[in-house]
């Protein structure tokens, strides 16, 4: 007698942000070193606003990465209850000096600051963050400049895990300026045909199934499980959630990993997911924000664009 017993589904591959955030690393630091041998030694300069947990953590990582690729990394903490115009200020001092960079300044603010304000005081040629209005602008027209390192980072993932993305169905789930809006933007870059889901969207586990590549970054704790994704689609997961596990807080992503990876081809876990592709790309462009000054210094066009590579 036969027993028909169906095989167990196969499980998507992870897509291993350690390791690839790695390789990066290691090319920011041999650039590094060739800067070197020309005295041009790239600074990084850090400033966080008060003392949100989440956000120490993510300083931290970001100043001992940098000291990892040789990248000069400058911390400025203000008091919680800074004012606007002291934020203002050190931003037009860290313009003014030649010696930084790079200027990042750790969202979210206390609420009593614009962070507009704070975005766009920060000269777009140090914006490393690629924030401000210049840089925002530039790379919705195609214009190679500093450009959001969350989206930098996903795309080396996708790029690495499917080769060519031209043709293929992407959905951005969520609309946020920092990662849906220009992971949008860099993916119909790359030839795809882009559907951005939010929250107001009619039905988007059924506008999520037709992808082929699916970004998640909307903040919301397992969102997406298997029931949103076409078989074999690539899910590249942005969240990172505190939530109650039995043995204390763990974080998750916005995809429920389990359900997910049983119909996905290839997935990003969390946490060695997107987030140390994050901080890689913050050093990647503290290195072009060098370069590009390093340009201008030397009388070339006054643009912010630059040629980037990977
Ligand atoms: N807070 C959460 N993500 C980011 C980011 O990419 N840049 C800055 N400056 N703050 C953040």
Redesign the pocket.
Known sequence: MTLLISPPPALARDIDGKAISARVLDEVREEVLALAEEQIYPALAVLLVGEDP??EV?VRNKLLRAKEVGIRSLEHRLAENASQNEVLELIAQLNADASVNGI?????LPAHIDEQAVIHAIHPIKDV?G?HRENVGGLVQGIEVLT???PSGCMRLLRETCGDLSGLHAVVIGRSN??GKPMATLLLQADCSVSVVHSRSVDAPTLCRMADIVVAAVGRPHLIDASWLKPGAVVIDVGINRIAGESGPRLVGDVDYASARTVASAITPVPGGVGPM?IAY?LKNTLIASQLQRAVQLGGPQVVSVPVSG
């Open positions: 989440a956000s993510y990042l300044v750790q969202l979210p963050d924030f959001p390192c969350t920092i990662v994050t913050l």
